[in-house]
């Protein structure tokens, strides 16, 4: 693609006859500023469809500035059909026997032609530009150009320039001879979309997928990621389903939609309109990676099978102003007046640009981007020693040698920098805890950067920026003046960050630097939230600083929502878990008490049953003893020497004996006792004259007792 972009601009307007700038500059954008492809979007590609547009092959009359030559190109349109993406139109516009100028009449003497309208009689002019047109197609169609691939593989930028006539084969031949991959074994991801199935041929020829002069390409090798065959990757991920987690502001309402992996971004802006009624136009984006264009599919932007966005209307507040900023944010603006007009960027996205002129001039396409006058080049002096020295074997040496030369070089007047490695200044940053986590900022530091010196002395030495970083960053920062160095940063960002975040850096040219790099952690995943460049003022810095920081806190609500409602779960549980064991506790000494009791009852019953057992032993002895004193039963013998004594216990049958007259009383008690009821336990008493016998003389014998011939006593408990 030519650098000279004005020469293009002015080529397309002539060809398209579009007037408005804003509407030219959106084409070329998105078709990476290659003319043809531009006209093939603008102009009919059906020539029957294009009569039927112009009313049936009428002429057509515009009044623009080079009326004769867009009237020329507007009439042999259709013809573009046939050629091709050829990136060098603009060297043979400006050619000095160029087909094309002959054709269309582009720097003709005749300046008062290009005043004109066509007539009736155009029709003959018409006719002989037709086969000057024919003959331009022709020489445009057959000369060939170099395309050059840069292709990314393990961490390594390899630049490969090949003509547009060769094959794919071909091309991964040469990557063959840079990389060492075997042809069989590369996975090539980055084609626009549409043109992946026709690189899987590898007799495809380049000139046929209408590529541009530069194409990026990221290769994997199929053997380490375990591929086997041909089995390009990318195809794989389009089969996937990507879920996407948008955060629409300033609702904060979440949406989570689910995208099949061929789907591409403007589809799903498309589809998100119809979701949240925010016109594409009016969407503004944060969370993309970079280098993405509203053509590349999820699979080729290289997001996570989870992605998360933030989506804001721009029109609700009026636009922001956007500086030069490669992401696929876009903003957008749907008014045109005398104080700001809308410019497409490489995203084809409009950029709002205010400028003191009126919208339908234009003077200069190539300031576009640029900002305030104090970017001017100031001159590196070479005595001064670079932030970080050449080769430096440690990340923590390296970024401390950085604040060291940084702080000899601008003065103390600077944000604080993060001293140690990389990883320890992402986990400082994206702590575990929502509530503490911060941005992380990465500052890209380059001696041969001409805003490199305006930057450090004049946006990093202003106290609002330097409280802001403090405040809600976490900063950190490397030189990437010299190769190893860069090269060492690229690991690691790639290692810490992913490799996204690696190709981005590795993508900033020289030109832009320094730059700030914004790593944000939303859940558990890093990703570059935000790229900043040095050709901004202190206003668009802190602007822009805030912002982000802005958006990242709304992101963060999101998480504290949930982190403060898992910490209530976690508290509800534990209060649930001491209560249960509380209960337990009381349960177990609910158990310990009824056991301890069961035990003294136990301890009780065998005292008692010890006791028994002796009271019953000492009864037993007792009545043993009073046996052995009674004498036999006497015979029965009629006389008058002999009584019979009848004893009623409470309970059971009668005992009856025979016992002689001059026995004591003593011996009668000790046969009762003999029988089991013992004296001190029971009473003996005679039925008439009633009376306690135990109480009596127990020497007196029954005669004297009168307990003959025979006597029933009673037996009572006493």
């Keep these: 693609m030519s650098e000279n972009r004005e020469e293009i601009l002015a080529n397309f307007q002539s060809i398209t006859a579009i007037e408005d700038v804003a509407e030219a500059i959106y084409h070329l954008d998105e078709s990476n500023w290659d003319l043809l492809v531009a006209i093939h979007r603008v102009l009919p590609q059906d020539p029957q469809d294009q009569r039927a547009a112009s009313g049936g092959g009428s002429s057509v009359n515009l009044n623009s500035g080079n009326s004769g030559t867009t009237s020329a190109f507007a009439n042999y349109s259709n013809n573009l059909n046939s050629l091709e993406a050829i990136a060098n139109v603009e060297e043979l516009m400006t050619a000095p026997s160029s087909p094309i100028k002959n054709a269309f009449g582009v720097g003709s003497s005749d300046a008062s032609s290009n005043n004109q309208s066509l007539d009736a009689g155009a029709s003959t002019s018409r006719s002989n530009s037709n086969n000057d047109f024919r003959s331009a197609l022709n020489y445009l169609d057959t000369k060939p150009h170099e395309v050059i691939f840069k292709i990314h593989f393990n961490n390594e930028l390899h630049s490969i320039s090949i003509s547009n006539h060769a094959t794919v084969g071909d091309l991964k031949a040469k990557i063959c001879e840079k990389t060492a991959v075997p042809v069989c074994r590369q996975a090539l991801k980055g084609w626009e979309h549409g043109k992946q199935k026709g690189v899987q041929n590898s007799n495809t020829v380049l ?29 794989l991920q389009n089969k996937q389903t990507y879920t996407l987690h948008i955060n629409v502001q300033p609702e904060a309402e979440m949406l989570v939609l689910k995208f099949p992996g061929h789907q591409n971004i403007l589809s799903i802006k498309t589809d998100v309109y119809t979701v949240t009624s925010i016109p594409v136009r009016h969407q503004v984006w944060s969370g993309w990676p970079n280098n993405v264009t509203n053509n590349t599919t999820l699979a080729e932007s290289g997001v996570e099978r989870e992605h998360n966005l933030v989506l804001k209307r721009a029109d609700q507040d009026g636009a922001p102003k956007i500086t030069n900023n490669n992401n696929a944010t876009n903003t957008a603006s749907t008014s045109t007046s005398s104080s700001s007009r809308n410019v497409y960027n490489s995203d084809s996205m409009p950029i709002v640009i205010d400028s003191e002129s009126s919208g339908e001039e234009f003077e200069d396409a190539s300031d576009f981007n640029n900002d305030d006058d104090i970017f001017t080049e100031t001159p590196i002096n070479s005595h001064l020693k670079h932030l970080i020295p050449d080769n430096v074997d440690d990340e923590t040496i390296g970024s401390i040698q950085f604040v060291e030369n940084f702080v000899e ?23 575990p805890s929502a509530r503490d986590r911060k941005l992380m900022a990465i500052y890209l530091h380059h001696d041969g950067s001409v805003l490199t010196n305006v930057f450090c002395g004049q946006l990093l030495a202003c106290e609002s920026i330097i409280q802001m970083l403090l405040d809600h960053y976490v900063l950190f920062g490397w030189d990437l003046t010299f190769e190893s160095n860069k090269n060492m940063f690229l690991s690691s960002i790639s290692a810490c960050v992913g490799m996204t975040a690696s190709i981005t850096v590795r993508n900033i040219p020289t030109d832009r630097l320094p730059a700030i790099l914004v790593i944000s952690k939303n859940r558990s995943q890093c990703e570059v939230f935000q790229v900043i460049y040095g050709n901004v003022s202190v206003d668009d810095l802190l602007s822009q600083l805030m912002e982000a920081a802005d958006m990242y806190s709304e992101q963060l609500k999101i998480e504290l929502r949930e982190e403060n409602e898992r910490l209530a779960r976690e508290q509800v549980k534990l209060e649930q878990d001491a209560a249960y064991r509380e209960s337990l506790e009381a349960d177990r000494a609910k158990q310990e008490a009824k056991r301890q009791k069961e035990l003294m009852m136990q301890t009780e019953r065998r005292r008692l049953e010890s006791e028994r ?11 043993a003893n009073a046996r052995i004193t009674v004498p036999p039963e006497p015979e029965q013998i009629s006389g008058e020497n002999i009584t019979k ?33 013992l004296i001190d336990e029971y009473k003996v008493i005679s039925s008439w004259p009633r009376r306690d016998l135990t109480v009596l003389n127990l020497d007196e014998t029954l005669r004297q007792l009168k307990l003959y011939p025979q006597e029933t006593v009673i037996l009572e408990e006493r």
Excluded: W
């Design 207 to 235: 000139k046929s997928l209408n590529i541009g002069k530069e194409v990026n390409l990221i290769m994997t090798d199929m053997t380490v990621e375990g591929f086997v065959g041909d089995t390009d990757p990318l195809s």
């Design 645 to 677: 004594i009848r004893i009623r216990p409470p309970s059971g049958p009668m005992i009856e004996r025979r016992f002689t007259l001059d026995t004591p009383l003593r011996i009668l008690l000790n046969f009762i006792t003999g029988e089991g009821f």
């Design 409 to 431: 070089r601008y003065g103390p007047q600077h944000p604080m920098f993060f001293q140690g490695s990389l990883e320890d200044a992402l986990k400082e940053a994206c702590r």
């Design 613 to 623: 057992a002796d009271a019953e032993a000492k009864r037993e002895l007792i009545r």
